[in-house]
């Protein structure tokens, strides 16, 4: 049985975890980043990595940091593999020397295209048929290391990416196990990226989230469904802050209409005109209010054909 170092913090590295332990390879360590504030309250909160190594009875160490020695006592522990899902951090040439087999990262996208904090996110946004998870050799440079195998899955046009993101986490803790037992049994090695077809996905921010309703239709719902849940899609109508959680394109016609215009409203949802055609936005949640279906939303928060969502609040 190999010595296996797991560092991940969020949700997406759960599965990973979880198939190291069903295939007989429990790690001897989990790494996780402390405790940030969330929710309403801002309480501080462990990482889901965290709470479930608890549940687990998996020993626990927190890393904020690899600078000035930090992660240092890993090299006590004569690790064949580091396993690394979603942990957060850049690790240092100092910490990628340490394992004997090396340091085996599962990042949630087909490299080379994606590299970066948020590449399901990327994905979604930019309209992709088709995602993937890949196991890869870490380098010192963000995920660029040898690939050492993949899967690709449909990306579903309405799917959003939290639900995406659930079915890459499920398919990348199956891959990382075939990928440890590859690597030992000697058959398995790295295959550099090709240098052409790299894309990035740099972490999200809150502003990133604003709806382009100067694109045309198919690029603002996707765009929306991307956006979800995290930074989660934006606009203003009437300097009031609107989140929009569904949307349907509706048509790509060329209307005259502005971009961000109402152009109809009705039980299914408000219709908004886009760069080019035109999308249906069907759950919506007003700042400090649950998400609504449209029909129920607009009981409590008129809008009426012809006005412009957009500015700024």
């Known amino acids: 049985m190999a010595r296996v170092v797991f560092f991940g913090s969020p949700d997406f590295a759960l599965p990973t975890l979880r198939a190291?332990?069903?295939?007989?390879?429990?790690?001897?360590?989990?790494?996780?980043?402390?405790?940030?504030?969330a929710g309403r309250g801002r309480a501080a909160t462990p990482t889901a990595v965290r709470r479930a190594a608890g549940e687990l009875d998996l020993p626990v160490e927190i890393v904020s940091s690899f600078r000035e020695g930090g992660g240092d006592f890993l090299a006590e522990l004569e690790a064949d593999f580091f396993v690394v899902a979603a942990f957060g951090l850049i690790f240092p040439r100092r910490i990628l020397s340490l394992p004997r087999s090396g340091c085996v990262n599962v990042h949630a996208s087909l490299l080379p295209a994606w590299r970066g904090a948020?590449?399901?996110?990327?994905?979604?946004?930019?309209?992709?048929?088709?995602?993937?998870?890949?196991?890869?050799?870490m380098a010192s440079e963000l995920d660029a290391g040898p690939i050492l195998l993949q899967r690709a899955i449909p990306i579903d046009p309405m799917e959003t990416a939290g639900t995406l993101s659930n079915r890459l986490a499920e398919l990348g803790g199956e891959l990382l196990v075939d990928t440890l037992h590859g690597i030992e049994d000697g058959g398995l090695t790295g295959t550099p990226q090709p240098e052409t077809g790299v894309t990035f996905a740099p972490r999200l921010r809150k502003e990133d989230g604003r709806v382009p309703w100067e694109?045309?239709?198919?690029?603002?719902?996707?765009?929306?469904?991307g956006m979800h849940p995290w930074p989660g899609s934006?606009?203003?109508?009437?300097?009031?802050?609107?989140?929009?959680?569904?949307?349907?394109?509706?048509d790509l016609v060329e209307r005259g209409d502005p971009p961000?215009?109402?152009?109809?409203?009705?039980?299914?949802?408000?219709?908004?005109?886009?760069?080019?055609?035109?999308v249906l936005l069907e759950k919506l949640q007003c700042e400090g209010r649950r998400s609504l279906e449209?029909?129920?939303?607009?009981?409590?928060?008129?809008?009426?054909?012809?006005?412009?969502?957009?500015?700024?609040g």
């Open 215 to 225: 694109r045309d239709a198919i690029a603002v719902h996707d765009h929306i469904r």
């Open 20 to 37: 190291l332990i069903d295939a007989g390879e429990p790690p001897v360590l989990v790494v996780t980043q402390p405790n940030r504030p």
């Open 294 to 312: 449209a029909s129920e939303f607009l009981r409590g928060f008129e809008m009426c054909a012809g006005e412009r969502l957009g500015g700024e």
């Open 260 to 278: 961000g215009r109402v152009i109809g409203v009705d039980e299914r949802g408000v219709a908004v005109a886009c760069g080019r055609g035109a």
């Open 234 to 250: 934006f606009t203003y109508c009437r300097k009031r802050y609107v989140k929009i959680h569904r949307s349907r394109p509706l």
């Open 118 to 137: 948020s590449p399901v996110n990327a994905a979604i946004a930019a309209g992709d048929r088709w995602t993937g998870v890949t196991t890869m050799l």
